[in-house]
């Protein structure tokens, strides 16, 4: 599985945009890359994932590179509940089972009010 | 609501015994996962399963075991043969187990062995 790297932590205010980065210079074609978070003592939860073009849902906006070596997850407004890790998973969209998130240690997320 | 329970929350047991982890979903889907996160690191998948009655060992099986008799059952059991069996332990299922498939996370037991 392609790697991805990720600062360790990150620091934001309450209310404005958090852009996270994550560099995946060794991803495939057919990798998708999908962001997960977990808050503390919970459950990761999926936030986002795209392959080629950015992505926009209800909780988050995904830019991806046009060579697609980085992406970035943005926070449109940060809030207290975002504080969390958020991770950068490579997910091989040819494996048919046995696919697994291959968590790395991801950033550490932290607003302040 | 649909979703993925796990109990209990805190589990403590003393060292050499076995001890059995819940995970039910009523969420209909397929594909089940058991991960294990240690302090300040990510998760690693200890067992996976397609389908009913069959299961696959992941990246970390040795001292686990795991059952799939019923598609919103995936019970795991921490047997005596896990050396460092404290840790956090996490269900996930998805509907069928491809790739691009989100996986949707249980809260979680902690398992301290004293």
């Known amino acids: 599985d392609a790697k991805t790297t990720q600062p360790n932590s990150m620091e934001s205010n309450e209310e404005e945009p958090v852009h996270l980065p994550c560099n995946h210079s060794?991803?495939?074609?057919?990798?998708?890359i999908h962001w997960y978070r977990q808050l503390p003592s919970q459950g990761p939860e999926y936030v986002i994932h795209?392959?080629?073009s950015n992505v926009n849902n209800r909780m988050a906006s995904l830019a991806i590179a046009e060579d697609r070596k980085s992406s970035t997850l943005i926070l449109h407004r940060a809030t207290l509940r975002d504080a969390a890790v958020y991770y950068c998973?490579?997910?091989?969209?040819?494996?048919?089972?046995?696919?697994?998130?291959?968590f790395g240690a991801g950033t550490i997320l932290r607003v302040k009010s | 609501d649909g979703g993925i329970t796990q109990s209990p929350k805190y589990l403590f047991r003393k060292e050499g015994q076995n001890v059995t982890l819940s995970c039910e979903q009523n969420l209909n889907h397929d594909a089940m996962y058991w991960y294990r996160q240690d302090p300040g690191q990510g998760l690693r998948l200890i067992y996976y399963s397609q389908i009913v009655n069959d299961f696959q060992k992941g990246d970390i099986a040795e001292g686990y075991s795991v059952s799939r008799e019923k598609k919103e059952s995936f019970p795991l059991t921490v047997t005596s043969a896990q050396k460092n069996p404290t840790a956090f332990y996490l269900c996930?299922?998805?509907?069928?187990?491809?790739?691009?498939?989100?996986?949707?996370f249980g809260p979680g037991t902690r398992l301290t062995v004293l």
């Open positions: 998973i490579l997910r091989d969209g040819t494996r048919e089972y046995g696919n697994k998130l291959v």
């Open positions: 060794t991803i495939s074609g057919t990798d998708y």
């Open positions: 996930a299922s998805s509907i069928r187990g491809i790739s691009t498939d989100t996986q949707y």
């Open positions: 795209g392959l080629t």
